[in-house]
């Protein structure tokens, strides 16, 4: 396994591991910053997709990383977030990887579509469809009519 299969495989399945970690991370993932976010998913793509990389191995890991760039307090966040996903595997399976990734491309198709309606980027179109912070913070207040 090479560091550019985790990279393309964490991008390429980005959606659908944030959707995934979405469901265990209480606070959200929105908030955090990007070094953290790249830790999760690649750590993540490994746990949910790479049989050859233990999960306990992916989790210590990224948290060990996320211990030493970020914080202590953070490594905490991402050892619970990942130890969830890792224990929800376990009972139920690996996902297929070519499943993940056409669901991962059709939300983005999904994100495109409701950001062209609303004449917003993608970056700002959250996994619901909903407006982001930056575009709440940038769109003028709405009028009564």
């Not at 997709?49 to 211990?67: G, I, M, N, T, Y």
């Not at 890792?86 to 950001?115: C, F, M, N, Y």
């Amino acid at each position: 396994m090479s560091a550019t299969e985790l990279v393309y495989g964490a991008l390429r399945t980005s959606g659908y591991l944030e959707t995934r970690l979405s469901a265990h991370a209480h606070r959200g993932l929105a908030k955090l910053d990007t070094e953290t976010r790249a830790h999760l998913l690649v750590a993540a793509y490994q746990i949910l997709f790479l049989d050859r990389v233990p999960a306990f191995a992916a989790v210590s890991e990224a948290v060990a990383l996320v211990k030493a760039s970020r914080s202590p307090a953070l490594g905490g966040f991402v050892n619970a977030v990942l130890r969830k996903l890792a224990g929800e595997i376990a009972k139920s399976g690996r996902p297929d990887v070519v499943r993940a990734t056409i669901a991962a491309l059709r939300l983005l198709k999904s994100q495109e579509q409701i950001a062209s309606k609303r004449n917003m980027s993608t970056d700002d179109v959250d996994r619901r469809g909903a407006r982001g912070k930056r575009a709440k913070a940038a769109a003028p207040a709405a009028t009564a009519s």
